[in-house]
């Protein structure tokens, strides 16, 4: 371990050296490479610096105790050696998992989907209480959230919702919202009090550059039609909504939030884009996790990851067995405990996996 967190300060280092030069600093897409990479092994060398500062300190402490005369000193040294022991397997555990390899996907925008699945009504007004609880949670973390397309409900919500969102470690974070979310209630349909289970399925894509997927735009039928606002009434009175078939794929993406047709052509092919990124992706995880069933679960769309109970205020996530139960707090974007638990099990299996090649 500290062969590589010695090759890790010095690359730190070279970065160091290499942000601050004239060619570097007039290049955007190089600075905001080197700035990232300075910043990710910031954090490690500073565990580092001080896991070596606490090493010294156990060491002074040991050797008083072996060769200090002083009763007084030695009973002294020994209780700051019981202090720091502990905290030193706490730095040695923090530093395992800071040098556990990320997702290069983590620190990327967002594609979020959400679409209504079995249950009918109930299931679109689902999706959108699902829409607005991550909407509470882009507010607590900061993320900026704009919404690219949608079909409203019959009687509420949205038979699906899509957006962009935007921030620090979007993806890193959201990805394990990716699956079905199941929800079991009274309907506010239900006339009988009866309670119904119905659920929503939630995709998280990594939003993909053009240098990651090149699309063929003689592979891209383009339609246009006017955008259409709540009971189907127009938004506009131009064509400007756009809907874009891949025809190899047969990916349909459409995109209306936008009055610039121009515009909705460029959400639309970020979102076509996203989607192809995502099925290569999956493609790639598919190969590399053949050898074993990940508890966090692969984050595909058809996995049944969670449900909420509203009789109980119960929400349970099925991977990793986490059940709370103050679920009005988590319906107002209180998520951050399910993401810390699940990124805790993530790595713990990336950990075990480093352990035993």
Same mark, same amino acid.
């Given at each position: 371990?500290?062969?590589?967190?010695?090759?890790?300060?010095?690359?730190? =280092?070279?970065?160091?050296?290499?942000?601050?030069?004239?060619?570097? %600093?007039?290049? /955007?897409?190089?600075?905001?490479?080197? /700035?990232?990479?300075?910043?990710? +092994? !910031?954090?490690?060398?500073?565990?580092?610096?001080?896991? #070596?500062?606490?090493?010294?300190?156990?060491?002074?402490?040991?050797?008083?105790?072996?060769?200090?005369?002083?009763?007084?000193?030695?009973?002294?040294?020994?209780?700051? #050696?019981?202090?720091?022991?502990?905290?030193?397997?706490?730095?040695?555990?923090?530093?395992?998992?800071? +040098?556990?390899?990320?997702?290069?996907?983590?620190?990327?925008?967002?594609?979020?989907?959400?679409? !209504?699945?079995?249950?009918?009504?109930?299931? *679109?007004?689902? *999706?959108?209480?699902?829409?607005?609880?991550?909407?509470?949670?882009?507010?607590?973390?900061?993320?900026?959230?704009? &919404?690219?397309?949608?079909?409203?409900?019959?009687?509420?919500?949205?038979?699906?919702?899509?957006?962009? %969102?935007?921030?620090?470690?979007?993806?890193?974070?959201?990805?394990?919202?990716? !699956? &079905?979310?199941?929800?079991?209630?009274?309907?506010?349909?239900? @006339?009988?009090?009866?309670?119904?289970?119905?659920?929503?399925?939630?995709?998280?894509?990594?939003?993909?550059?053009? %240098?990651? &997927?090149?699309?063929?735009?003689?592979?891209?039928?383009?339609?246009?039609?006017? /955008?259409?606002?709540?009971?189907?009434?127009?938004?506009?009175?131009?064509?400007? *909504? &756009?809907? +874009?078939?891949?025809?190899? @794929?047969?990916?349909?993406?459409?995109?209306?939030? =936008?009055?610039?047709? #121009?515009?909705?052509?460029?959400?639309? #092919?970020? %979102?076509?884009?996203?989607?192809?990124? =995502?099925?290569?992706?999956?493609?790639?995880?598919?190969?590399?996790?053949?050898?074993?069933? @990940?508890?966090?679960?692969?984050?595909?769309? @058809?996995?049944?990851?969670?449900?909420?109970?509203?009789?109980?205020?119960?929400?349970?996530?099925?991977?990793?067995?986490?059940?709370?139960?103050?679920?009005?707090?988590?319906?107002?974007?209180?998520?951050?405990?399910?993401?810390?638990? +699940?990124?805790?099990?993530?790595?713990?299996?990336?950990?075990?996996?480093?352990?035993?090649?």
């Amino acid at each position: 371990m500290i062969d590589k967190l010695e090759a890790i300060k010095e690359r730190f =280092e070279e970065v160091s050296q290499q942000i601050s030069q004239p060619e570097v %600093v007039s290049d /955007s897409n190089k600075y905001s490479k080197l /700035s990232k990479e300075y910043k990710d +092994l !910031g954090r490690i060398v500073e565990q580092y610096e001080a896991y #070596l500062k606490l090493q010294k300190e156990i060491a002074g402490n040991k050797e008083l105790v072996a060769t200090e005369k002083d009763e007084e000193l030695r009973e002294m040294a020994k209780e700051e #050696l019981d202090m720091l022991l502990p905290k030193l397997e706490e730095m040695e555990a923090t530093i395992k998992e800071l +040098l556990i390899p990320k997702d290069p996907n983590d620190s990327r925008n967002i594609i979020l989907e959400i679409r !209504g699945g079995t249950g009918g009504d109930e299931a *679109a007004i689902f *999706a959108g209480d699902l829409f607005r609880m991550y909407q509470r949670f882009f507010e607590k973390m900061g993320w900026r959230a704009s &919404v690219m397309d949608y079909t409203e409900g019959t009687n509420g919500g949205y038979k699906e919702i899509i957006c962009k %969102v935007e921030g620090e470690d979007v993806y890193g974070k959201m990805k394990f919202e990716s !699956g &079905v979310h199941r929800v079991q209630r009274v309907p506010q349909t239900e @006339s009988q009090g009866r309670i119904h289970t119905s659920a929503a399925s939630v995709a998280v894509l990594p939003e993909a550059e053009e %240098v990651d &997927v090149q699309i063929n735009m003689n592979d891209v039928r383009i339609d246009t039609f006017m /955008s259409s606002g709540a009971g189907g009434q127009s938004v506009n009175t131009t064509y400007s *909504a &756009v809907r +874009l078939t891949h025809i190899p @794929s047969g990916l349909v993406v459409s995109c209306q939030d =936008e009055r610039s047709q #121009l515009k909705n052509k460029d959400r639309a #092919l970020s %979102v076509l884009r996203s989607r192809l990124y =995502e099925i290569e992706l999956k493609k790639h995880n598919d190969a590399v996790s053949s050898q074993r069933k @990940s508890m966090v679960g692969s984050g595909d769309r @058809s996995d049944k990851i969670r449900t909420y109970n509203y009789p109980q205020s119960r929400i349970t996530d099925h991977r990793i067995g986490h059940t709370v139960y103050n679920l009005p707090a988590v319906m107002e974007g209180d998520i951050a405990d399910f993401i810390e638990k +699940l990124r805790i099990a993530e790595n713990a299996e990336r950990m075990q996996e480093g352990e035993s090649v």
